[in-house]
């Protein structure tokens, strides 16, 4: 945990010296808040010195003393930048949040000047234009020239005179709105206003461990603010755990309607409005763009990609609307007509329906319900699995070491290890919910894989963020399949970066292309619905009996009704954010962001648009996320995981030879060119016929 006393005298700021923690990962234990600030500015220091010594070094431009040398430097501002945001989204700590918006500018001009440094673009030029006389250059050291010449070339290096000024202005306004979107967000959901408040007589329908935990969260927020507790009280909240099962099993339609508004109307008004600030991030990207020579932002920012142009994307988006359209429409008139036999001839199926009817016709349907499943995935028997998942695919194993530092009571520190024995890495696992913590689950790292000239490989510290539902006292955490399937996708994240085995950082783990990155964590979802992985661990946490067969097979079943919808609702958010980013004129202050998006989505629009409900304004992925005119990568990747896990299905789902494969992929990082590491791996390009089967789409 953090440390936050603050008076020990003559000690050194941990964030700066070598850590003491095992395998040198971050001593959060020692850590003290005033010590983040200290150790950025420091690292620009460092790091400013680093350059000076290359663009000052009076030898020739080489790869050696130029590209490597600038790939390998800022190590000590990266650690302390991870450290400060990766904390800042797990803790919700609002004293994280301010030193995060101080050094957010100093970070962004820091990066820009870099970029703009003609000293350093002039030697990185000469590299480029002269690589073709070095015989003795790897593939990887060739990318790396490459990538690097593109990096700077596509991010203002070569712009003159005042245009320079203007794009170090537009990326220090970009990431500091950035920041501010992100953390509106965050704050927002511990909004008060935001919150359900529910008698034990309106909870019909609502599972007994739901029940329990909207019961201990009631208790929380009332002794927080010193009141006292009213047993007939339960809250409910905008995070998922809370949010979704109230969605999904509600019988109080008023409520349900109430919560989905309140979900639905966050950070339009009041101290946390994004509504401005989501217009002007797009427009400073608008410029952004213009000044780099193209019509608009998805032009700028696809360079680079595996889609290249805005025109693919479209085109991906549109076939997948195509031939999903009518399924999706053809399972919304059956919920509605199932839910007509109990609501009425009148009942119109809205936003606020859809889940609680899917889940009673899928239950009545297939004689199924996720609630069915939960008794089978207790947390730790699911660790284990999913965590054996790796092991049967690629032969690692995972060891807890209680010694590793955590900065929260509720992480938990692993070492990983390869096939052979040799150590990998180590995972950080941080499954529960808490107040102030960011939803939804990611992936990240505080501190990549690389190797030296000697092929010494640094250790990656990769780490996993969940929002699962806190175990009350003894209770067993059961995780819904939903639950389970994020903790697949997102441990998928973290294998590319504990496998990685690049040379260089710039090619470690998942620096690949945004949309090859989804590719290893969607491929791990596959598992999900085989028995032959689930027989592993997924096992009844009271009887110990295996799933049976023929819950699997309805669950199965289950997942295939809901397909279409939920493809639907996915290439929303990609209309959505390709309309952000592909406006070519501003966004006037007047513009009525709820008719923008409403006008965005009509072509795949399922539901009617809810007046005074947008996602706009609560849209991280593009807005703070790293996503922007990327949201696409996500239905790219499904194509590639569902065509990758085909060659599984015909060789057997823990195929070695093909796991070998596979696992090759994972190891490369950014180093080769991604269509050509899947080639490789599967033979051909990929198509979307492995994903409409799997979906069950058999029609356009």
């Known amino acids: 945990m953090t440390v936050t006393d603050a008076t020990a005298a003559g000690r050194q700021n941990p964030l700066l010296v070598a850590s003491k923690a095992p395998f040198n990962a971050v001593p959060f234990d020692k850590i003290m808040t005033s010590d983040y600030e200290e150790a950025i500015k420091q690292g620009i220091t460092s790091h400013n010195e680093e350059i000076d010594k290359i663009v000052s070094n009076p030898e020739q431009p080489s790869f050696e003393n130029t590209i490597v040398a600038y790939d390998r430097s800022g190590k000590l501002l990266t650690s302390a930048v991870l450290t400060l945001s990766n ?17 957010t500018p100093l970070i ?34 060739r990318r790396l020239i490459d990538e690097t010449y593109k ?9 003159q005179g005042k245009d320079r000024e203007t794009y170090r ?50 208790r929380e927020v009332l002794a927080s603010e010193g009141k006292e507790d009213d047993k007939n009280l339960y809250l409910f909240t905008m995070y998922a755990p809370s949010y979704v099962p ?13 919560l989905w508004k309140m979900y639905n109307s966050r950070n339009i008004k009041g101290e946390y409005s994004n509504i401005d600030v989501l217009k002007n991030i797009a427009n400073v990207r608008l410029e952004l763009a213009k000044l780099m020579g193209k019509d608009n932002y998805s032009q700028f920012k696809l360079q680079g990609t595996m889609a290249d142009n805005p025109e693919a994307v479209m085109n991906l988006l549109e076939d997948l609307r195509t031939h999903y359209s009518e399924p999706a429409r053809k399972e919304m008139a059956e919920i509605e007509e199932y839910a007509r036999k109990t609501e009425g001839a009148d009942f119109k199926l809205m936003p606020w329906d859809y889940s609680y009817w899917y889940d009673k016709l899928k239950n009545d349907k297939y004689a199924f319900n996720d609630e069915v499943m939960k008794p089978y995935f207790e947390l730790q028997n699911t660790i284990d699995g999913v965590f054996g998942l790796a092991t049967r695919l690629y032969g690692y194993t995972f060891k807890e070491n209680k010694d590793i530092p955590v900065y929260h009571p509720d992480v938990r520190a692993y070492e990983v290890f390869d096939s052979d024995g040799s150590l990998l890495g180590v995972l950080y696992a941080d499954f529960f919910y808490r107040t102030g913590k960011s939803p939804g689950a990611w992936m990240t790292e505080f501190r990549g894989e690389e190797k030296d000239d000697d092929g010494k490989r640094t250790l990656p510290l990769i780490s996993i963020v969940c929002n699962f539902s806190k175990p009350v006292g003894d209770e067993a955490v059961l995780l819904t399949p939903s639950e389970v399937e994020t903790f697949l996708h997102e441990f998928g994240h973290a294998l590319h970066g504990l496998s990685a085995q690049a040379k260089y950082p710039s090619f470690a783990g998942t620096n690949v292309y945004h949309d090859f990155v989804e590719l290893f964590s969607q491929f791990n979802e596959n598992y999900l619905t085989e028995k032959e992985f689930l027989d592993g661990f997924a096992r009844h946490y009271q009887t110990g009996e295996k799933m049976p067969e023929e819950l699997l097979a309805k669950f ?22 390709m309309a952000f980013h592909t406006i070519d004129t501003p966004l006037e202050a007047t513009v009525d962001v709820e008719k923008f998006e409403e006008k965005a989505q009509d072509p795949v629009r399922l539901f009617e648009a809810v007046e005074g409900t947008v996602i706009s304004p609560s849209f991280g992925h593009i807005f703070s996320g790293g996503y922007a005119s990327g949201y696409y990568g996500y239905k790219w990747s499904e194509v590639l995981d569902a065509d990758a896990f085909a060659a599984f299905k015909e060789n057997g789902i823990f195929d070695k030879a093909t796991a070998d494969r596979f696992k090759k992929m994972l190891r490369a990082g950014g180093s080769v060119d991604p269509m050509t590491l899947y080639v490789e791996f599967r033979g051909k390009q990929p198509t979307t016929e492995a994903l409409l089967e799997r979906d069950g789409i058999t029609e356009k």
Not at 151 to 159: D, I, K, P, R
Not at 246 to 258: G, V, W
């Open 556 to 577: 199965e079943e289950s997942k295939r009704f809901g397909a279409a919808y939920a493809c639907m609702r996915q290439l929303g958010f990609g209309y959505l954010d």
């Open 169 to 218: 202005r537009l990326q220090g306004e970009a990431s500091d709105l950035s920041v501010k979107f992100g953390q509106n967000v965050s704050n927002e959901l511990s909004n008060p206003a935001l919150r359900l408040w529910v008698k034990e007589d309106e909870l019909s329908g609502i599972p007994e461990g739901i029940r329990t935990a909207a019961r201990e969260a009631a």
């Open 246 to 258: 109230f969605m999904k099993y509600s019988d109080r339609r008023d409520l349900r309607e109430k």
């Open 108 to 141: 962004s001009e820091h990066q820009t000047n870099l970029l703009l440094n003609e000293k350093l673009w002039d030697r990185i030029k000469k590299v480029y234009e002269t690589r073709e006389s070095r015989t003795d250059l790897t593939p990887e050291d």
């Open 87 to 103: 904390l800042e989204s797990a803790m919700g700590d609002t004293v994280l949040m301010d030193i995060m918006g101080r050094v």
């Open 151 to 159: 990096g700077f070339a596509l991010n203002g290096a070569n712009l």
